[in-house]
């Protein structure tokens, strides 16, 4: 709005400067408000292309499952579990006969036996195996086994009264004890048993004080 139209319309300066103020007013509010729109639509822009974005996104995952085996993948996962239960089957089978292996060879050793394998060989290993009462079937066949053939044990004294089973010279301060309660390890056991059996019985008779 300018000044001359108003003067034409025949108001006074002074009236004319309140119009013009109120005008200015108005016009910095329209402004203020402009600006609250432009900022808004501004927001929503950016909305939109993010949601454009996504959209993008999840149309490309979509496509990608077009071209997927889903029966595939289905057959590949049950295939994988089927052989991870067989591979745990076996792996539990692997120790429950190495710790049956390693029950006969301490139990003969304990006994004296000179020559374990041997004397493993009269053993029913299978009746063993299906024994509901393995400790006390074990000791039972292997005094009998003393008796029947006597000449594969050698006479050892009780613990603690120098016999071979009662001998820890050969035990070392600070060793570690694999048929102790704390450091149990068949793998150690089955290689000291191979290497210096006298050792193993020493260390087999300190785990169970």
């Known amino acids: ?56 996104t999840a149309n490309k995952e979509i496509e990608s499952y077009k071209t997927m085996d889903i029966e595939g993948i289905k057959r590949a996962a049950e295939e994988y579990k089927v052989k991870f239960e067989q591979a745990q089957k076996k792996a539990k089978e692997e120790i429950e006969a190495l710790k049956f292996e390693h029950s006969l060879e301490n139990a003969l050793n304990k006994a004296g036996a000179k020559n374990v394998k041997a004397a493993k060989a009269l053993l029913d290993i299978e009746a063993l195996k299906t024994s509901k009462n393995f400790d006390k079937d074990l000791e039972a066949v292997i005094a009998a086994l003393k008796e029947s053939d006597g000449y594969l044990f050698n006479d050892v004294e009780p613990t603690g009264t120098g016999g071979s089973i009662g001998n820890k010279s050969k035990v070392k301060s600070g060793m570690k004890n694999p048929w102790s309660q704390e450091h149990f390890n068949l793998t150690e056991q089955g290689r000291i048993l191979r290497e210096d059996p006298e050792l193993a019985q020493s260390l087999m008779a300190q785990a169970k004080k």
Do not use: H, P, S, Y
């Not at 402004?31 to 609250?36: F, R």
């Open 1 to 56: 709005m300018k000044r001359e139209f108003l003067k034409e319309l025949g108001l006074t300066d002074e009236q004319i400067d309140k119009v013009m103020a109120e005008n200015g007013k108005d016009i910095e509010k329209f402004k203020t408000e402009l600006d609250v729109k432009e900022k808004e639509l501004e927001t929503k822009k950016k909305e939109i292309e993010t949601l454009q974005g996504q959209l993008e």
